[in-house]
């Protein structure tokens, strides 16, 4: 699975809009809905901020892994 159908994924099992994961980014909602659409590479930066506020790692939002839990 590609890294944007993951954020997707994640923000919507969490409840949550493009517009609540963008403020807690500090971006426009609009820059975050191209990472879910693929349109730009995630920066590292955010990726780090998203796999902290989703509990799981990196290598899960980046498709290198399907194991979910965040590494210890």
Do not use: F, W
């Not at 159908?5 to 517009?19: I, N, P």
């Not at 609540?20 to 609009?30: C, K, M, P, S, Y």
């Not at 955010?46 to 980046?62: E, F, I, M, N, R």
């Amino acid at each position: 699975m590609e890294c944007h159908q993951r954020l997707r994924d994640l923000r919507e099992d969490h409840e949550k809009t493009q517009e609540q994961i963008a403020n807690h980014l500090g971006i426009r909602r609009q820059m975050y809905r191209r990472y879910e659409t693929g349109e730009i590479d995630i920066p590292i930066r955010h990726l780090k901020v998203l796999a902290d506020y989703y509990q799981t790692s990196a290598d899960y939002l980046l498709g290198r892994t399907n194991q979910k839990k965040a590494y210890d």
